[in-house]
């Protein structure tokens, strides 16, 4: 197995949120590919084969955290395409067959990468006792599920330094949310290129905090387009890496672009 390293949601090395990205011939049985990811350690691993012409998907898709398989990863996607391209192994827009649908990808001639992907639903919520305490946020303003394909719960809090400055209790947080925790805020500036902030907590699935999270933007872009009053958008997550999310709200489809870059190319030989 060929193992690439790629760092996506950023256009330089050591930034944005690292992906395992494996192209093989067909998948082999689900504990090898746990194996691999729980070796790789990383926040995803993508494991990825051709599928014939003629259907309606180019490729099937799975992503593996180092604890068990998801349903949705978009920075994983995003490190997939850019392999496919990056490599030749395919051209233009490429379809992902997954747990989630057919989801695709597009490259465009700056370099960056378009994925579309599926709305998540978001429906109030009374904020689960204890939350704002395990985050180690005063107060939280709002809280919403985002439904079965992300399962997380997002929550306002009252600005971008409160967001930046969270230290949470990620073990207190592991009971409020059947994944994790997105935590949220409007920017501060607009000016600065972002216009709102994130950081994602992911401790049900071995992920303390996920540097970059596409799929907790098709939450976050129905949530803001909502607030300030524009159908695009982008979102900074403020995590040490930290990394960009530029998002459009397509009505059931939210539009997630940003780039990638490769930073390992190696050889599994086990």
């Known amino acids: ?90 051209e233009g827009t490429v379809r992902f067959a997954t747990r989630s649908g057919v989801l695709v990808a597009t490259p465009a001639e700056d370099g960056s990468i378009t994925l579309d992907f599926p709305t998540a639903p978001l429906t109030p919520e009374t904020v689960p006792d204890g939350v704002a305490e395990a985050l180690g946020a005063e107060t939280l303003r709002t ?10 719960l997002v929550v306002e809090l009252a600005d971008e330094k409160t967001v930046v400055g969270l230290t949470p ?21 607009p000016g600065r290129g972002y216009d709102f902030v994130s950081r994602c907590f992911f401790p049900n699935i071995g992920i303390d905090e996920d540097p970059v999270t596409g799929s907790a933007h098709t939450a976050l872009a129905p949530y803001w387009s909502e607030r300030l009053g524009g159908s695009v958008l982008t979102g900074l997550q403020a995590s040490p890496r930290s990394g960009r999310v530029r998002t459009e709200l397509r009505g059931e489809r939210t539009l997630l672009t940003g780039r990638a870059v490769t930073v390992i190319d190696g050889e599994l030989l086990a």
């Open 1 to 90: 197995m060929r193992i690439r390293i790629v760092d996506a949601f950023t256009d330089r090395p050591f930034a944005g949120n690292p992906a395992g990205v494996l192209l093989l011939d067909a998948f082999p049985a689900d504990d090898r590919l746990q194996k691999v990811a729980a070796e790789l350690n990383h926040a995803e691993t993508a494991f990825a084969h051709r599928l014939p012409e003629g259907g309606d998907a180019d490729w099937a898709l799975r992503w593996f955290t180092p604890a068990t398989e998801v349903a949705m990863c978009g920075h994983a996607t995003l490190a997939t395409a850019h392999v496919l391209h990056t490599t030749g192994a395919h």
């Open 143 to 152: 809280a919403f599920d985002t439904g079965p394909d992300i399962g997380d």
């Open 169 to 189: 209790d990620l073990k207190a947080l592991a009971a409020a949310s059947e994944r994790g925790i997105i935590a949220t805020a409007r920017a501060e500036d």
